[in-house]
């Protein structure tokens, strides 16, 4: 039996147990409504502490009709949530570093391409060289010139600018002194000596060659005299003795003796150095000395 039909007044609420009943989904339609006056002094008297005491709730995620989940209560001793990191402290994607530089390519260079088989394939060869730095500053790669087959070899360090302009070995003041030289023995640069030089293309200013010069050039020498097959070897020049000989000895020391230059196919080849003529131009006492090493070279054997 209910309370109406007992005829006991129904029971007061105020508004914040009706909020609290509303939250938990209870809801009693035979509650009845409090009066108006009592309704007014309720909020008068209660309203204020009922928004003071109303928590902030969680948007509510329960179903329609069913009950809202209650947050279960925190452990003591239940660790603390991390707390998400800060969007600027978020690890960010690491920078390619970024390529290296590559140097351009170097321009490619035509090693030499020897042995020949005869002189005119090995000229060609000369002609075209790039095999060093060289190459860029010539007008004219000095191959060399005189007899084939040749009883003599005369064998210089590098082309001068005479040299250069006309494509020939031992040109102007050098030349008319080294023909003087062979004639004094006998011999001729058209009849029976081949002239040649360690270095086919002149050095800038005519400075001394440089070892990467001397090795990129020395084979078409060695492949010259392969090819001459001379009876003897003159040498005029430190550079051009070190080359042939494999050694670093001064002119001084080398000079006013005999040497043997070993081929590469077994052969051996008589060999005096002397002075270049370019050197005797500018110190003429030494000239009696190059007389004796002119010598000495037709004496050998």
């Known amino acids: 039996m209910s309370q109406t039909e007992t005829g006991a007044p129904p029971p007061s609420i105020n508004p914040l147990q009706k909020f609290w009943l509303r939250e938990i989904g209870i809801e009693k339609t035979w509650l009845p409504a409090a009066p108006p006056k009592a309704r007014d002094a309720a909020r008068g008297s209660n309203a204020e502490p009922a928004q003071a005491l109303q928590p902030r709730a969680a948007p509510s995620t329960a179903t329609p009709g069913g009950d809202a989940p209650r947050p279960a209560p925190a452990r003591p001793d239940a660790p603390a949530a991390a707390s998400p990191a800060p969007e600027s402290a978020a690890p960010r994607p690491l920078a390619r570093p970024a390529p290296p530089a590559v140097p351009p390519a170097a321009p490619a260079r035509t090693e030499p391409v020897v042995p020949a088989q005869d002189f005119e394939a090995l000229r060609g060869q000369v002609i075209q060289c790039t095999a060093c730095g060289l190459c860029s500053g010539r007008r004219h790669a000095v191959f060399g010139m005189g007899a084939r087959p040749a009883r003599w070899m005369v064998v210089g360090e590098a082309p001068g600018e005479q040299e250069d302009r006309q494509g020939l070995p031992f040109v102007g003041r050098s030349g008319q002194l080294l023909d003087a030289m062979l004639a004094s023995v006998g011999l001729s640069r ?50 051009a003795a070190q080359t042939l000989l494999g050694t670093d000895a001064t002119i001084g020391n080398l000079r006013g003796r005999g040497h043997v230059f070993k081929t590469d196919d077994g052969r051996s080849i008589p060999m005096v150095v002397s002075y270049h003529p370019a050197y005797l131009l500018r110190s003429p006492a030494e000239k009696a000395r190059a007389w004796q090493d002119l010598r000495l070279a037709a004496a050998l054997a």
């Open 190 to 239: 058209e009849k029976d000596v081949f002239i040649a030089n360690v270095i086919k293309c002149r050095p800038p200013g005519n400075r001394n060659p440089r070892p990467e010069e001397v090795a990129a050039c020395s084979p078409y020498l060695m492949r010259q005299i392969e090819l001459l097959k001379p009876e003897r070897i003159l040498v005029l020049g430190r550079f």
